[in-house]
């Protein structure tokens, strides 16, 4: 399960600024074990959290910046909580590994605001600018050493225009923390920079990439990310109806499983912190398929 929940979620935009009030954050009921409860009943052996998105809000208590962290959030326990901790307590409890998606730098805010403030964050806090790699490798060591064994990190990003002659310095610096942590590079195929080749779907399609998948007889480790509603993160034009079916994820799962890949799928809870009952309904009715025995007609 992808799990994109961060500021965007509660100012009805797939991209935060990182200019928004902290204050919207406030999801009055948030329960990260009805997320991944969900997710075991479709299936999901592992999930991953937007941690820190295009906005540079992190949802952990960043020692590294005093205006972008959880502790900003005054509206979610009191300005007192730790949303990574709430995961992977939840996501260990299940026996499901831990996922953490970091956003790297880039242009994101010029999708919102007017032109000529586009520029001024790119993605990252204020105390990152003018040492983005730094900043980076800072804040990845708080998340690799105060939360026990990450089984993934997933970067969005690595080849930007900030800090794309940085990235192997970066992923090594992961692997000085924790060796067996995987390390995603959204969309490379290179094993230089990604430990198993990497496909965002939507993205792809949309731009007409001629490989927006692992090709036929794909040998190399992958993985494919994908939506099972109209976007990332959740907004309120969501519906029962904007969901995939349950025939859609079950047919791209086979495919991904025969071409050698993983298929992230993509579940973005809403701005009470709890799944909607609809994507909860979906995700048991994948599980349910996906358990039952083949049909007749099915088997070999």
């Keep these: 399960m992808f799990i994109h929940f961060n500021m965007a979620t509660f100012n009805n935009r797939q991209w935060a600024t990182g200019t928004e009030d902290p204050a919207t954050f406030a ?3 948030l329960d990260c074990g009805q997320w991944l409860d969900a997710a075991e009943a479709a299936g999901m052996k592992y999930a991953v959290l937007t941690v820190k998105h295009t906005g540079g809000w992190c949802l952990w208590d960043s020692k590294h910046t005093e205006s972008h962290d959880i502790r900003s959030f005054r509206n979610f326990r009191n300005g ?8 992977v307590d939840a ?4 026996n499901i590994k831990v996922g953490l998606y970091y956003c790297m730098p880039g242009d994101f805010a010029k999708r919102h605001l007017p032109k000529g403030e586009e520029d001024k964050l790119h993605g990252l ?47 090594a610096h992961v692997k000085s923390h924790q060796p067996g942590c995987v390390v995603i590079a959204n969309n490379s195929v290179d094993f230089k920079d990604t430990d198993i080749h990497s496909y965002e779907y939507p ?22 990310c994908d939506t099972l509603g109209p976007g990332w993160f959740w907004t309120p034009r969501e519906n029962e109806d904007t969901m995939k079916s349950v ?54």
């Design 80 to 87: 007192q909580g730790d949303l990574v901790r709430e995961f």
């Design 27 to 29: 999801p009055a009921k």
């Design 125 to 171: 806090p204020p105390e990152a600018q003018g040492r983005y790699a730094d900043f980076i490798k800072l804040q990845l060591s708080e998340l690799l050493t105060d939360y026990g064994p990450i089984d993934l990190l997933w970067f969005d990003q690595y080849s930007n225009r900030h800090t794309k002659d940085d990235w192997r310095e970066i992923k």
């Design 91 to 94: 996501c260990r409890k299940r």
């Design 247 to 300: 025939e859609e994820v079950t047919a791209m799962l086979e495919l991904c499983n025969k071409r050698r890949a993983n298929y992230l799928l993509n579940v973005g809870p809403d701005d009470t912190g709890r799944l909607p009952d609809y994507a909860v309904k979906r995700l048991h009715e994948i599980g349910t398929r996906l358990a039952a025995p083949p049909a007749e007609s099915d088997k070999p």
């Design 203 to 224: 993205f792809l399609k949309a731009k007409n990439r001629p490989n927006p998948l692992p090709p036929e007889g794909n040998v190399h480790a992958a993985e494919v």
